[in-house]
C-alpha cells in the first residue's frame, strides 16, 4: 500500500477534476510496469527495511525511503511548461531501535523541475538527492536496486545496493488487487519482499557498514477508498520477512466507525510458492495502543492477528514512530519497524507496519 499512508491525500489531490474511472485492470508487463505510470491518478514505490552491521548481529535501524507520483487532474488543460500536471513527493524516515528515536524528512517538486523525475521504461525515481533505480540481470531477469538518500536537516543518510533472490510478486489476481466492493476500488500492486540489502548509513556524520532485509511495494490507482457507505477511511498494512525466507502481506481498511470495508494479503512461502489470503480467513484484533503527543491519534502498537499461518501478534519494535508528513502530503501516520511472532511468542520475521487514518479523515490544507 501508500504511506498507502499519504494516499488519502493524494487521490484527493488527483481526482480533484474528476478523472474518468478505469473499466478494467490492464494486464501487467515487466519490466515496463516496474516504471511510472502517468496516466493514473496515484502512484508510490515503498522501500522499507531492517538494517544491522554489516559483520553481523541483530537488527540496529529501521528506515523507509517512499517515492510518490500524483497527476493533478486539474492542471492537465493548463498551458505552460510550469504547469503542475505531475508531483513528486518523497518520505524517508529512519527508526532507531536502542533509542527509540525517529528522524524523517520529506520533499515535495514539480516532475521535471529540481531533479524531479519519474522514468517509465522502468523504475527510475529522483528528487534532489534522493534516489531509486531498478536494474536488471540480464541472466536470471532478478531486480537489484540502488537507494541513496541524504537528509541534512534530519542528520541521517542512506546508500544501499538491494538484491532479489526471486521474481516480483504480483499480489492479488496477477497485481490486481481489490480494495474495496466497487469496481474502480482496485490497484496494481507489485511487491519485491525479502531484497538483501548492504551499504552506508550515516548518521550525524559518522559513516556504518550495514547489511540486512528489505522490502519493495509498487502500487498505482485511479480510485482506493471509495465514496459513501464503501468509503474507507484509513488502513492497516503489514509487510513481513519471515525467517524462513518467506513473506507475509496483511491489510485492511476501515470505515470511519472503525469497521472494516475490506481486507486481504498474501503469503509467499519459504519455497516460492504463494497464496492470496481471503478476508474470511483473516482477524485484525487491536490491542495495547499508543497516544501521539503531536496528533493526539492512539494507535494501535500491538495487534493479535488471526491467518492461515495460525493465531500470530504483531509488536512494534517501539511505539514512537509517527510520522509528520504535513509539509508534503498534509498527514501524519504511524509507519515503524515491528516484530511478528507465533501463538507460543516465537519470533517468525521482522518488517513494517503501518496505519493511516488514526488522526482524523484527511483534506487539502
Not at 536470471?140 to 542528520?155: H, I, K, N, T
Amino acid at each position: 500500500m501508500l504511506g498507502r499512508r499519504s494516499c488519502m491525500l493524494l487521490m484527493t489531490m488527483a481526482t480533484a477534476g474528476m478523472l474518468p474511472r478505469p473499466a478494467a485492470a490492464a494486464s501487467l508487463r515487466l519490466p515496463r510496469d516496474h516504471g511510472s505510470h502517468p496516466e493514473t491518478a496515484v502512484e508510490w514505490w515503498y522501500l522499507t527495511g531492517l538494517l544491522g552491521a554489516a559483520g553481523g548481529g541483530p537488527p540496529s535501524h529501521g528506515f523507509q525511503l517512499t517515492f510518490f507520483r500524483v497527476r493533478r487532474a486539474e492542471a492537465q488543460k493548463q498551458s505552460g511548461s510550469f504547469a503542475p500536471r505531475q508531483l513528486l513527493l518523497a518520505h524517508a524516515a529512519l527508526s532507531e531501535l536502542a533509542a527509540g528515536r525517529l528522524r524523517h524528512d520529506q520533499r515535495l517538486a514539480r516532475q521535471g523541475f529540481a531533479h524531479a523525475s519519474a522514468g517509465e521504461a522502468d523504475t527510475a525515481l529522483r528528487l534532489g538527492p534522493w534516489q531509486l533505480r531498478r536494474e536488471q540481470d540480464r541472466g536470471s531477469g532478478s531486480s537489484s536496486y540502488v537507494a541513496r538518500l541524504d537528509s541534512p536537516q534530519a542528520g541521517f543518510g542512506l546508500d544501499l545496493q538491494l538484491a532479489a533472490s526471486r521474481p516480483p510478486l504480483l499480489q492479488g489476481e496477477a497485481g490486481l488487487s481489490r480494495k474495496g466492493p466497487g469496481a474502480a476500488q482496485f490497484s496494481h500492486y507489485i511487491s519485491e519482499p525479502q531484497l538483501q540489502a548492504q551499504g552506508q548509513l550515516r548518521i550525524d556524520g559518522r559513516a556504518l557498514r550495514v547489511r540486512g532485509r528489505a522490502w519493495l511495494d509498487h502500487e498505482w490507482s485511479d480510485a482506493l477508498l471509495g465514496s459513501g457507505a464503501d468509503a474507507a477511511v484509513g488502513w492497516d498494512w503489514l509487510g513481513i520477512n519471515l525467517h524462513d525466507g518467506g513473506a507475509l502481506t496483511l491489510f485492511q481498511l476501515r470505515r470511519a466507525d472503525g469497521s472494516r470495508l475490506w481486507a486481504g494479503g498474501s503469503w509467499r512461502r519459504a519455497d516460492g510458492s504463494h497464496s492470496e489470503l481471503p478476508a474470511a480467513e483473516l482477524g485484525f484484533q487491536p490491542g495495547r495502543r499508543w497516544r501521539s503527543a503531536v496528533s493526539q491519534a492512539e494507535y494501535p502498537v500491538e495487534w493479535a492477528l488471526q491467518t492461515p499461518l495460525g493465531r500470530l501478534s504483531l509488536r512494534a519494535l517501539f511505539d514512537a514512530q509517527e510520522v509528520d508528513a504535513r509539509r508534503s502530503t498534509g498527514m501524519l501516520y504511524w509507519e515503524g519497524a515491528a516484530r511478528l511472532a507465533d501463538a507460543q511468542g516465537r519470533e517468525l520475521g521482522l518488517g513494517y507496519l503501518e496505519m493511516t487514518g488514526y488522526s482524523g479523515r484527511m483534506s487539502l490544507p
